[in-house]
Nanobody
Framework: VQLVESGGGSVQAGGSLSVSCAAS????????LAWFRQAPGKEREGVAA???????TYTYSVKDRFTISKDNVKSTLYLQIDSLKPEDTAMYYC????????????????????WGQGTQVTVS
């Protein structure tokens, strides 16, 4: 599985941004997919995940501002970020759970086998 993120950039607080993750080597409806982010000096945290049925899960700090979605035909994962805050500044990574580790919560780092290279989001 190969994952390639795009769409990051610099935006002002209160603005919106959409990031994408193009996947190859698998069918996106077979795996749980997620977005993580990592700010300088902080641990990588899961912010949104979407399971094989399309059900989303969000970490509390981004709920009502982030929307995760996927297009199984295009094998692309999306993250719409609204009402951006400076604390949203981070490298954003997409991840795929190839092994089906259903016993690990969907926002936990250890659930995921494949990672993209990341796309930077900066909010000022």
């Amino acid at each position: 599985v190969q994952l390639v993120e795009s769409g990051g950039g610099s935006v002002q607080a209160g603005g919106s941004l959409s990031v994408s993750c193009a996947a190859s080597g698998y069918t996106s409806d077979h795996y749980c997919l997620a977005w993580f982010r990592q700010a300088p000096g902080k641990e990588r945290e899961g912010v949104a995940a979407i399971d094989t049925t399309g059900m989303p899960t969000y970490t509390y700090s981004v709920k009502d501002r982030f929307t995760i979605s996927k297009d199984n035909v295009k094998s692309t994962l999306y993250l719409q970020i609204d009402s951006l805050k400076p604390e949203d500044t981070a490298m954003y990574y997409c991840a795929a759970d190839e092994s089906g580790k259903w016993w690990i919560p969907v926002l936990r780092f250890g659930r995921y086998d494949s990672w993209g290279q990341g796309t930077q989001v900066t909010v000022s």
